[in-house]
């Protein structure tokens, strides 16, 4: 999991693959989740559930801008 504080390390030379964590740009809004392809479907995976998944359709404007490998956890001091 990624928490609020983290830092998160975005490669843009990795190729995205089915459930990779991508740093994303969905109709103008950034977004990351957890990219999603099976079945000719692509969609957006919310690892939180008080966010809804984000199905890509025909009609999506959507980009990927990168891929995160790794996070690095900020502990409190």
Known sequence: GIFDGDICV?????????RSIVVAL???EFT????RMRR???WLEAENPNYPD??????TE????????????????
């Open 62 to 77: 959507f980009e990927i801008w990168g891929v995160v490998p790794k996070a690095v956890r900020m502990l409190a001091s």
């Open 10 to 18: 975005v490669d843009r030379s990795l190729k995205p693959v089915d």
């Open 40 to 42: 000719g479907r692509v």
């Open 54 to 59: 984000i199905p890509i359709t025909e009609g």
């Open 26 to 28: 969905v109709n103008g």
């Open 32 to 35: 990351m989740k957890r990219l």
